[in-house]
């Protein structure tokens, strides 16, 4: 079943041409279409209806994924249309099959990841429930027996409508793993937001240290908005990033030509529609830190950060999220910011208090289906063995660091 899967989303292609997908029209009966295959047009346009915000599924963003992220290419687009003679994308979830995702031979498919670690499908806020029910039965023609949601909202209005229509088909998802991480509520005054998150004392603390970076030149907070000022101040946080620990571990973008292309393609893209900002703190013409921020609707998700490790001690990873939390809160069209770091992160989650619930669904798409028990035990398998795997490694970097790092004498 697998193959089958795998074989509709090789051969969409030729017969999206034939039915005008270009064009704007999808064919009820193509299941799977390559994500290039849906027009700007009318991903735009359910983006900008779309009932919960996702980021990372704005077409600039994973379009760019797609095409040369590493080990992110080459994902399908499992969609949903309103009926004739007007047809309208009213939901799109980009989607691969669980063998490209994971080397699992079962007929899955599972949300294609676009780098953000967030993978909420876009549904029309019109019409939730018919676009959840047509997203269902093109995953069945697909000859998918169930779909993974990884890194779903899984407290959000998407998963409602996926929980309400899931009862009506007595269906019952099954919820793998799950987690909170660090959101923001930027209703509030930003200064009033930061005191009661960090206190009188600490901010002081940090205050003191910013005087302290001052003396390398006058601390500004800037924002690249415009395309040619994002792709400027790209490259800036690019060269932070790899100077630090993700560049010492091989994990930074600009390390793979893939991920590079990736995101000099999609952060200029975004910015011509004010989606994205490079948000940076300079001391004169330094940049000591740098981040990468998206914008969708009333939302605003924090993709990475960068700093230049010679400035540590005047935190300055802290700092730029200090201003970057004031910069979001006295901006009346966003609401909330979504850190999309990972739980219990040590430098975001005292400052953004606000938690967003994050996890891995398991949706069947049969009733009493025997294989869905296959399927969850596997990806349970996987995770658990992933697990040992990621203490081991874990392990070993402390027994590294304490090889190198001298002792305090007891």
Request: proline residues 6%; contains cysteine.
């Amino acid at each position: 079943m697998a193959d089958i899967i795998d074989h509709t989303i090789a051969h969409a292609s030729p017969a999206a041409e034939r039915r005008g997908i270009h064009g704007g029209v999808l064919a009820s009966d193509l299941p799977l279409i390559p994500l290039d295959a849906v027009t700007d047009a009318a991903w735009r346009q359910l983006a900008g209806d779309a009932l919960e915000p996702n980021g990372y599924y704005l077409p600039g963003w994973e379009r760019a994924v797609s095409a040369s992220a590493q080990g992110r290419t080459g994902v399908s687009a499992l969609s949903a249309w309103s009926d004739a003679p007007s047809p309208r994308l009213i939901g799109l979830a980009p989607v691969t099959s669980l063998w490209r995702a994971y080397r699992l031979p079962l007929p899955v498919l599972t949300s294609g990841h676009p780098y953000g670690t967030l993978c909420t499908p876009l549904l029309d806020a019109g019409g939730p429930d018919l676009a959840v029910r047509r997203l269902l039965d093109a995953a069945r023609r697909a000859g998918a027996r169930a779909l993974l949601m990884r890194d779903m909202s899984i407290a959000g209005a998407v998963m409602q409508a996926f929980d309400a229509v899931l009862g009506q088909q007595r269906l019952r998802p099954r919820l793998l793993q799950s987690y909170e991480r660090a959101l923001l509520d930027a209703t509030g005054d930003g200064e009033t937001v930061l005191h009661d998150a960090l206190g009188a004392k600490k901010l002081k603390e940090l205050r003191r240290q910013r005087h302290r970076l001052a003396e390398h030149g006058a601390v500004r907070f800037a924002v690249a908005r415009t395309p040619d000022e994002v792709a400027t101040a790209l490259e800036s946080f690019l060269a932070l990033e790899a100077s630090g620990w993700k560049g010492r571990r091989g994990t930074a973008l600009i390390q793979h030509d893939g991920d590079a292309a990736f995101i000099r393609r999609a952060a200029p893209a975004l910015a011509q529609d004010a989606a994205c900002e490079i948000v940076s703190l300079m001391a004169g013409e330094t940049a000591v830190a740098a981040g990468v921020v998206l914008r969708h609707r009333d939302r605003a998700f924090f993709f990475k950060l960068g700093v230049d490790e010679r400035f540590a001690k005047y935190s300055p990873g802290v700092q730029l999220t200090l201003d970057l939390t004031r910069h979001l809160c006295s901006d009346p069209a966003i609401s909330s910011a979504d850190s999309t770091a990972g739980p219990d992160h040590p430098m975001i989650n005292p400052i953004w208090r606000g938690r967003l619930a994050i996890g891995d669904v398991l949706i069947p798409l049969y009733a009493r289906d025997p294989a869905i028990e296959i399927i969850h035990a596997a990806l349970i398998a996987r995770r658990e063995g992933i697990g040992l795997a990621r203490r081991a490694v874990h392990a070993i970097r402390r027994w590294r660091a304490g090889r190198t790092t001298p002792q305090p004498p007891h």
